[in-house]
């Protein structure tokens, strides 16, 4: 052992470096917040027709599209109180679309559901955060207003790093969300509003200014033909209706999808006045003997046994995610919740996690099929979402897309 450290070599520690930072960002000339307005109407609600919002984030800086929120007064209609299902703003937008210089990144139905799902694989304190911002704090009296602050948080693009710069054609980055219907979100029955409206909506989002060297530079690498490269983590998800009173099922997932990181499958049953999917993932059944297991082509997960018993999927969840072996973060749910109203079934396709493009290969047509037995007869959907690689090229020609 003495011989190998002594083959080392000796390197100042960061606690004697008493020196400034070498990076300083000096090229950086300016930030600041922009508000943008939405393209169209001023109120939207789904009793006035007016159901999809729409964006034009378009600037002569940088857009850093992690820092997007959106804010916008809840307008509770006039006939009673309104009860959110849910306490966060995702819960208002079936879906999500993102597009660059008029070309579709991203495309997010069921958005509200699968951003329950995730939001509720957030440490407690996260969760309290997404909370304050927008529904926590109890039932809107009739004809209240209440703002609301929504991140759109599973969005691939705001989860990456780079800036979007500003040479992207006249049509810039466009974001779409289409409202939900009132009965998928807030309670129903005597004395719950079904009636809501949205106004004042805004998007705000840090925009960067360069110096006029750097930013040439880029501008310049554009229009030699070459692409600014970046590399995305999306989501997207197929509702499967399943055979009443039927204890197992085996669906056939069909997408054009290069590599597959992960596999999230939720269950849901019959809607009612206090239960809809976007609150409620049920397992049901015995605990002990549900099963499941997932197949691209050949391959299977996991080798030998399916997933047998609640512990088991619960194992298979929190090593999906990466917390099984963190001494610093876990997740929110007890197992008395994670058996009746939080059960989320992940299965990880990565071969090397931290590695670029390590999923599974899903490019020669493969069907992703999804096997579950031993349920209840209450299952009626399952939700079956995939976690997959995007590589989006921005050129002085528009954007390309590569799944």
Not at 14 to 22: E, G, H, I, T, W
Not at 73 to 93: E, I, R, S, Y
Not at 211 to 229: C, F, W
Not at 329 to 349: E, G, K, M, P, V
Request: charged share 15%; proline share 5%; glycine share 8%.
């Amino acid at each position: 052992m003495e011989s190998i450290l002594a083959s080392t070599e000796d390197h100042l520690v960061s606690n004697l470096a008493f020196k400034l930072p070498q990076n300083s960002a000096s090229y950086v000339t300016d930030k600041q917040q922009a508000t943008y307005f939405p393209q169209g109407g001023d109120v939207y609600s789904p009793l006035n027709g007016q159901r999809v919002i729409r964006f034009a984030l378009s600037s002569s800086g940088y857009l850093d599209l992690s820092s997007l929120v959106f804010t916008m007064d809840f307008q509770n209609g006039p006939l009673g109180a309104c009860t959110t299902l849910v306490d966060g703003g995702h819960c208002l937008f079936t879906r999500v679309r993102v597009l660059i210089s008029g070309t579709e990144v991203e495309n997010l139905e069921f958005h509200n559901v699968v951003a329950e799902m995730f939001h509720r694989l957030l440490p407690q304190e996260k969760q309290n955060n997404v909370s304050l911002m927008a529904f926590g704090g109890g039932p809107i009296a009739a004809g209240v207003k209440k703002q609301i602050i929504f991140r759109p948080s599973i969005l691939g693009i705001c989860n990456q790093p780079l800036w979007i710069p500003p040479f992207m054609g006249h049509q810039g980055c466009v974001i779409e969300m289409h409202l939900a219907n009132p009965e998928i979100f807030m309670q129903s029955g005597e004395g719950q509003s079904q009636i809501y409206s949205l106004s004042n909506v805004r998007a705000l989002c840090d925009v960067y200014t360069l110096d006029a060297a750097l930013n040439n530079t880029y501008a310049s690498h554009v229009l030699a033909g070459k692409p600014l490269v970046f590399a995305l983590k999306s989501l997207v998800t197929t509702s499967f209706q399943l055979q009443p009173g039927t204890p197992s099922f085996d669906v056939n997932v069909a997408r054009s999808i290069s590599r597959v990181n992960s596999i999230f499958v939720t269950l849901h049953g019959q809607p009612g006045a206090l239960v809809q999917d976007v609150n409620t993932f049920i397992s049901g059944g015995d605990p002990e003997e549900i099963q499941g297991r997932v197949q691209i082509g050949s391959k299977q997960w996991p080798d030998g046994q399916p997933v047998t018993g609640l512990s088991a999927f619960w194992y298979r969840l929190v090593t999906g995610l990466g917390v099984f072996h963190s001494a610093s973060h876990t997740l929110a749910i007890t197992r008395a919740q994670y058996a009746a109203s939080h059960f989320i079934w992940c299965t990880d396709t990565e071969k090397v996690p931290i590695a670029t493009g390590s999923g599974y290969a899903v490019n020669k047509g493969e069907l992703i099929t999804v096997s579950m037995k031993n349920l209840a007869a209450t299952h009626q959907r399952a939700l079956v979402t995939i976690h997959h690689d995007i590589i989006m090229e921005l050129r002085d020609t528009g954007c390309d897309v590569l799944v």
